[in-house]
């Protein structure tokens, strides 16, 4: 299961947004995030943010944050809706 977080602050840093997150999707579904999928501008060469393994996907759109848990051994990915 996945939260989508978005912060469009640009004088927020990325651990800051990615923590804020994550608090946020304890607060909710009462288990800590595993993995944190960032757009690749955003991403950079992170591969960990607050704590949290980073997936980079194009995806992800800029200034969005989908943080979650992968519950059942699939691939995390968010799936595309795209025809």
């Keep these: 299961m996945?939260?989508?977080w978005y912060d469009n602050d640009r004088k927020?840093?990325?651990e800051e947004k990615?923590?804020?997150a994550a608090e946020?999707?304890?607060e909710r579904f009462?288990?800590?995030p595993a993995i944190v999928l960032l757009n690749p501008a955003q991403a950079g060469e992170a591969e960990v943010?607050?704590?949290i393994p980073?997936?980079?996907t194009s995806l992800v759109l800029p200034n969005h944050v989908y943080i979650g848990v992968?519950?059942?051994g699939e691939d995390v990915s968010p799936v595309s809706v795209a025809a």
Aim: aromatic fraction near 8%; charge should be positive.
């Design 30 to 32: 009462g288990v800590a």
């Design 70 to 72: 992968d519950e059942q």
């Design 18 to 20: 990615v923590a804020q």
């Design 54 to 56: 980073v997936r980079a």
């Design 24 to 26: 946020r999707y304890m």
């Design 12 to 14: 927020r840093k990325l």
């Design 49 to 51: 943010v607050a704590g």
């Design 2 to 4: 996945f939260l989508v």
